[in-house]
């Protein structure tokens, strides 16, 4: 493959935060996504809520199935625009590995209790520098890393305009487009499945604009950033504004409809009040902490480490530690 000339080779990385010898059969972008496959925090994204708590259909979306189709849009574009589809697939593959459980409640939940504040995008930074392999880290090229940091936007800007949150890389500016390209149809289909809206409740000139369908509206964003990027050749990435207004449109339309529905929000005051008599029962007893993480002494303060710990579980594993810990449980006879 021939790359452009604003793609990110493997052989100009900027290097790893420790010195290791570089494998000799696969690229080091190819080698920090493998490393991210096989790590214990992406497996548990399996369990960890994207938008329904605990749904019961077998067809909603989870962090990991989001993390998989934020990984397919990215590599598409990047495949497309002759980036580095490696670099593209290892940052999509990590950037939710911070993730709380119970989704943005969980987020909002540590970033009140947690000195300092707490923001995912820094978390997934963390576990792979820091938590991961028993405190080693994934010693990640500087590139996933960077990507991995400055993926996360809120409620902002489309595409990154402020250098300061802007990913060094363009592969690292695709992920960034690709999340919001995912969650903004995935979490339509969902919340359609979960009776929260009618495919009848989308705005109906984002439906004209971008297509009746899920498959239609990521196919429409998807190759109007191709085509537009492609004609401004700047090293930017582009879209028109027509597909920019619908696509900030619809996306305020989630917000509105679903993200902050009275429905959708009941289960997550009780997820919030989980995470806050666990995190408050860690911190007043450091000595059962330990023993659940099972180790002797704690590697950083123990705030850090709790915050660690609790952003790391899965929903079912806060759900049944807190059984364990705050519920009681049945009288056994033998």
């Known amino acids: 493959m021939t790359f452009s000339s604003f793609a990110t080779l493997s052989s100009k990385t900027r290097g790893r935060r420790r010195f290791e010898e570089e494998c000799p059969l696969r690229p080091a972008f ?7 496959i096989h790590s214990k925090s992406f497996r548990r994204l399996k369990h960890k809520t994207q938008v329904f708590l605990a749904p019961t259909g077998d067809h909603y979306r989870t962090r990991l199935t989001h993390t998989l189709e934020v990984s397919q849009i990215g590599r598409t574009i990047a495949k497309s625009l002759h980036l580095n589809e490696d670099l593209t697939e ?8 911070g993730h709380t459980p119970f989704g943005h409640a969980g987020e909002d939940t540590l970033r009140a209790m947690f000195p300092g504040g707490f923001n995912h995008a820094d978390q997934s930074l963390r576990v792979v520098d820091v938590l991961e392999r028993e405190g080693q880290g994934l010693n990640l090229t500087f590139e996933v890393r960077d990507g991995i940091s400055k993926h996360s936007k809120g409620r902002g800007e489309i595409l990154c305009e402020d250098s300061e949150e802007m990913a060094l890389t363009l592969e690292g500016q695709v992920v960034r487009i690709a999340d919001i390209i995912a969650y903004i149809n995935h979490d339509i289909d969902d919340a359609i499945r979960g009776g929260v809206i009618s495919p009848e409740d989308i705005p109906k000139d984002c439906l004209s604009r971008l297509g009746k369908t899920h498959a239609g509206r990521i196919n429409t964003m998807v190759n109007d950033i191709i085509a537009e990027t492609r004609r401004n050749d700047d090293g930017n990435l582009s879209i028109t504004e027509e597909i920019h207004t619908a696509m900030f449109k619809l996306r305020d339309f989630l917000w509105e409809r679903v993200y902050e529905n009275k429905a959708v929000h009941a289960d997550f005051h009780k997820t919030s009040k989980i995470l806050r008599e666990l995190y408050q029962h860690f911190m007043d007893h450091p000595d059962y902490f330990l023993t659940l993480i099972q180790r002797e002494t704690l590697y950083d303060s123990l705030e850090q480490c709790v915050c660690d710990f ?3 579980m899965t929903d079912r594993y806060a759900f049944h530690l807190y059984e364990e810990l705050f519920l009681p449980l049945p009288w056994v006879i033998v």
């Open 90 to 97: 290892a940052i999509a593959l990590g950037h939710d590995l």
């Open 30 to 36: 190819q080698h920090d996504r493998d490393r991210i």
């Open 310 to 312: 609790v952003a790391g």
